[in-house]
């Protein structure tokens, strides 16, 4: 099953900092993630400054329990970099 997760940081003046100390052990897993067919695509939300303020990914787990397990093993949860996340199940049309 498919499911939408965006995430937003934290607004705090350490959000920033949070996340570069953060960032490469994230993106570790997010390529291992992609490597075992279950992200389709991550990207980083920006604001109108293009400084990133969040998540966007695309993935696919069996269900919603095995999608919060990965949540909560993320380096952005850990590390307190997420603070509103959104997950929705949805149908991709198009790969």
Same mark, same amino acid.
């Given at each position: 099953?498919?499911?939408?997760?965006?995430?937003? /940081?934290?607004? *705090?003046g /350490?959000?920033?900092?949070?996340r570069?100390?953060?960032?490469?052990?994230?993106?570790?897993?997010?390529?291992?993630?992609?490597? +075992?067919?279950?992200?389709?695509?991550?990207?980083?939300?920006? /604001?109108?400054?293009?400084?990133?303020?969040?998540?966007?990914?695309?993935?696919?787990f069996? *269900?919603?329990g +095995?999608?919060d397990?990965?949540?909560?093993? /993320?380096?952005?949860?850990?590390g307190g970099?997420?603070?509103?996340?959104?997950?929705?199940?949805?149908?991709?049309?198009?790969?």
């Amino acid at each position: 099953m498919h499911f939408l997760v965006t995430a937003y /940081d934290g607004t *705090d003046g /350490d959000a920033p900092k949070r996340r570069q100390a953060a960032r490469e052990a994230h993106l570790a897993g997010a390529r291992r993630l992609k490597e +075992e067919g279950k992200m389709l695509f991550g990207a980083a939300i920006l /604001d109108e400054g293009s400084n990133m303020i969040g998540s966007a990914m695309l993935v696919e787990f069996a *269900d919603r329990g +095995e999608v919060d397990a990965w949540l909560a093993r /993320d380096p952005y949860t850990t590390g307190g970099v997420w603070r509103e996340v959104t997950i929705v199940p949805c149908r991709v049309s198009v790969k």
